[in-house]
């Protein structure tokens, strides 16, 4: 079992930034894929990002390259996702996810893939 929580959500004015992180905790030595989702009011949620235990690979959502960037720290045990150029609509509840993985440059897209979740932070993009 592996425990996330999100940090670094908050109100932001359009254009600006924000950076998010996902400490884990718990069996933290197997090897994990993680991700960063969000979900919009009455949306389902969505794939922002994602990245391979090794760091060498990642995977984005076409709304957000070039703005976003996820990137982790496996000695610290966290994954951060780095937000430039906000716009409204990025607001979302923005959850970080883990995937248990025997493969270090594995990437995954789904939520489906994903068997840890964190409580999720708010993001607030205001025009």
């Known amino acids: 079992q592996v425990q996330l929580a999100e940090s670094g959500g908050g109100l932001v004015q359009a254009e600006g930034s924000l950076s998010l992180s996902c400490a884990a905790s718990?069996?933290?030595?197997?090897?994990?894929?993680m991700g960063w989702f969000r979900q919009a009011p009455g949306k389902e949620r969505e794939l922002v990002a994602s990245?391979?235990?090794?760091?060498?690979?990642?995977y984005y959502a076409d709304s957000v390259k070039g703005r976003f960037t996820i990137t982790r720290d496996n000695a610290k045990n966290t994954v951060y996702l780095r937000m430039n150029n906000l716009n409204p609509e990025d607001t979302a509840v923005y959850y970080c996810?883990?995937?248990?993985?025997?493969?270090?440059?594995?990437?995954?897209?789904?939520?489906?893939?994903?068997?840890?979740w964190g409580q999720g932070t708010q993001v607030i993009v205001s025009s």
């Open positions: 718990g069996r933290t030595f197997n090897i994990y894929a």
């Open positions: 990245i391979s235990w090794s760091g060498s690979n990642t």
């Open positions: 996810a883990a995937r248990r993985t025997y493969f270090t440059t594995d990437v995954y897209s789904s939520q489906n893939d994903y068997n840890y």
